[in-house]
């Protein structure tokens, strides 16, 4: 597959710290850099051995991927019951406490990403968009700007798991997206909605087509990730995040991120 992620290095290095972390694992080979403002930039090449399904739950931060070359049949997303294939050169805008539902047939495909910590900005959709391409992004500091966001409003489709939408489904969204990482359980948000754990989850399901407390650890998880290679050390990631228990944490972790916590921990803190 022809991908410019054969380059060493990002383009326009002078915004780039050096790299912070390299993971390597059967499924993945993924650099970490660290934009000089603590952003974070992400070369990763993913691998497929089995027809797989990954649901994706970013917390609080925003991302623009691209990958170029992708064949067909390779990645889709499913929204309203429907695929919808990932093919050729693709971008996509993901802002916070988005729901991605992936579809990865047998194969390996090279994906380059902006994580950026900030308010997106006020011309970026509201929801995941993927998009066309006609050139590599500029991934530095000042190639992120509002003329990519013009594109993406005006060729971009709307990508974010959503099934049959439920009023109850957003109530309980919202609140796990505002207390992801505090001691409040799911029983204590449906009782602050006046409802009961039972009804949440049935809606919540529903409409993503995952249960609230998955949903949850997708969030926890994504978040400690960033955490970890920001410079915490894994309790410190755990506990900030939610989990108290340590063996819970790398059972959840190891799940989603197909990788231990330590193989994320940067002995480079980015500012």
Known sequence: MK???????????????PMIKRIETPYMDSKYFGFLDGNLYLENTQKTFVPSRIVDALANFWCLAYALDLPQG?????????????????????PPFSILDWRLNIGQFEWKSVLMFSEPPETAPKFATLFPLNYELPF??????????????KSGQRVDKEEK??????KVKRA??????SSIS????????????????????????????????QLRVFDASLKLLK???????????????????????????RAIPSQFKSVVPTK
Not at 5 to 13: A, C, Y
Not at 165 to 170: E, K, T
Not at 176 to 181: A, E, K, P, R, S
Request: without cysteine; hydrophobic residues 35%; glycine residues 6%.
């Open 176 to 181: 796990i997206d505002l207390n992801f990482n």
């Open 74 to 94: 390779l990645l889709s997303l499913f929204r309203h019951g429907q695929p919808l294939p990932v093919i050729g050169n693709m971008g996509l805008f993901i």
């Open 231 to 257: 410079g915490e050390t894994v309790t410190e990631a755990a506990h900030e995040v939610g989990f108290q228990d340590l063996s819970r944490f790398n059972k959840q972790f190891k799940e989603k991120m």
């Open 140 to 153: 530095t500091k000042s190639g992120i700007n509002s003329e990519i966001f013009d594109q993406i409003k």
């Open 3 to 17: 991908n410019s992620s054969k380059n060493k290095s990002p383009n326009n290095l002078q915004y780039y710290s």
């Open 165 to 170: 939408l439920i009023p109850l489904s957003l």
């Open 186 to 217: 799911i029983g204590d948000i449906a009782k602050n909605i006046n409802s009961t754990a039972s009804p949440i989850s049935r809606a919540f399901k529903i409409t993503y087509d995952i249960s609230p407390l998955f949903y949850r650890n």
